[in-house]
């Protein structure tokens, strides 16, 4: 296996909202300010989509692939995926008595993800097959499903599914409208983000690209199941994009949305192929609404693929300037 | 890796007809004698599709997986991936002088298969991986496109894609008619059914599930590729194939379509979800039309899976008493 930068790190994140997708309005985006970035948005849109449109694509190949961390919903202070971590170290820990004197099991369970993650990626190893392997496919499912219900963001509060972005949320829906097939593609764990991907996006099951364990058939007194095991299968960030997006769709995408350095293969991909193709980067320059982070950050750094994308006069959202909301309004 | 009992074998297979999807007629499945087979298929559609019915499914769990060797195309006198690998061999021998003191290359050149063959899956993997890998996914498209437009069976003379089932055909299209998403579970070469399986069955790229090698993104010359690399990355077949439909799909199938044992984990896991389910296996009984073979052959062995179809009262379909064409008439 190759060496990232992030290697298993990327595998912590992402859940969703008890939000039902957006009305399409008379005026699509309304939550975006009238600018470059809309502006290239509905452009792309409209040359690809309009019949008579000297581009014009045929509905099977709208294809739009969204990175979710960062892209889709919030990944501060950390990945959503690890604090679901965390929240099943604590709930196996009964099970576990062995873990009070065993890193990085023994600091997490003190509280002190620091030195638990001292141990690096060795640790986040340990931790990350604790919690997703040794059960079937649909045990772990109904685990992740159970726990997205009301898990809650540590700064907000809100449920992790209302911390999506809703200028992104009409944007799939905008996409949508216009013929669009749309896909998750995320360093996160395919089966974390399946039990509530179309709930929060609309994108079904199979519509999910990202990260895997193995998985093995068997039969249990004669019922089959798959079981999950504490191998890393396949690694669906930066490089591993590509190559997920041709595993699944087999087709290359219109339109790629990311925020990181982890997406650059994938808009660069994207953008490669003949035709109007729509890159976006999502910038988060919004540090009293959400965050602000870019270069410097150890989560979500966008370096590289800032670089790139001035260069290559890709669409760059700043969140701060193009967003008129960032979050959906509290469902209350 | 596991071993299976025809582990790189099983990657050798399918192509596909230049045959117009059937017009979907007042009484569907035309091409089936009336009898228990063709009763279960219509019962099962009408139970899940049907509005008001008890058994009621939303269209978006109407999945129905099928393999293709031997399902819905011939398989003998060999998988018909397996007639492209020896044609790339012989097209790609002038660039490979050392081939002829190579095997199981030299046997091969000679015309002796059973030779080259006779190195097991060592030599089968050797194949493989010389005619499957080293170039980039689009290169490798465009070969097996082209190969397919021309490729006659060695023994009717037809184009390979016209060595269909015409009643699968007809299947195919009447699950699509009432709401079913079809997709290809096969243990041949994803990206060797991709260039032609949408116009051959009507199943999109993004609706084929096969076996696979790793690939690789690069970037050359700034331009991105993807990089066929000579290892085995899954295989998609026996205890594979439900693994393959979880990664892929997300969701457990309602129907689900074989010919061999290398189908039975797919159907058994497709029979295991609650609710009617349609578990079918094709039979190859027709010695005259087509070929006839079960329990002995090595080719689409047909053994353990035929005993758990009966016991378990899966529909078995006889080529020759359920069907009145084999394949679609010629287009000449």
């Known amino acids: ?49 309009a019949p008579g449109s000297p581009d014009f694509a045929p509905p099977a190949e709208r294809v739009a692939v969204f990175d979710n961390d960062g892209t889709l919903w919030a990944e501060q202070p950390m990945y959503f995926q690890f604090l679901f971590m965390l929240d099943r170290v604590k709930a196996l820990a009964p099970r576990h008595p062995e873990w009070k004197a065993e890193e990085p099991f023994a600091s997490l369970l003190q509280g002190d993800v620091k ?34 219900a009301t898990a809650k963001h540590p700064k907000t509060g809100r449920l992790l599914t209302e911390m999506v972005y809703q200028p992104m949320l009409e944007l799939l829906a905008h996409l949508r409208a216009n013929g669009f097939k749309t896909y998750l593609v995320s360093g996160g764990g395919i089966e974390f983000m399946r039990p509530w991907s179309e709930r929060v996006y609309g994108i079904p ?26 191998e890393l299968n396949f690694m669906d960030d930066g490089p591993g994009k590509p190559v997920g997006i041709q595993t699944h769709i087999g087709r290359r995408p219109l339109a790629a949305f990311g925020n990181s350095d982890g997406d650059l293969q994938m808009l660069q991909w994207t ?4 035709g109007p193709r729509l890159c976006l980067y999502v910038r988060h320059t919004d540090a009293e609404r959400e965050w602000a982070y870019d270069r410097a950050s150890s989560i979500g750094r966008l370096d590289k693929g800032l670089d790139e994308a001035k260069a290559k006069g890709w669409t760059i959202v700043s969140m701060k300037d193009d967003w008129k909301t960032i979050f959906p309004p509290e469902n209350k």
């Open 1 to 49: 296996m190759k060496t990232y930068n992030l290697p298993l790190l990327a595998m912590a994140a992402w859940a969703c909202i008890a939000w039902p997708a957006p009305v399409p309005s008379a005026a699509p985006l309304p939550s975006w300010n009238d600018g470059a970035a809309k502006m290239s948005i509905l452009e792309f849109v409209e040359k690809v989509a």
């Open 115 to 148: 030195a638990a993650l001292a141990g690096g990626e060795r640790a986040l190893g340990a931790i990350m097959m604790a919690t997703h392997a040794g059960m079937t496919s649909e045990e772990f499912s109904k685990i992740a499903g159970d726990w997205i």
């Open 205 to 230: 099951p199979e519509q999910i690209i990202g990260s895997s364990i193995q998985t093995k058939f068997e039969l249990r007194d004669g019922r089959p199941v798959l079981v999950r095991l504490p």
């Open 271 to 274: 953008a490669a192929g003949p």
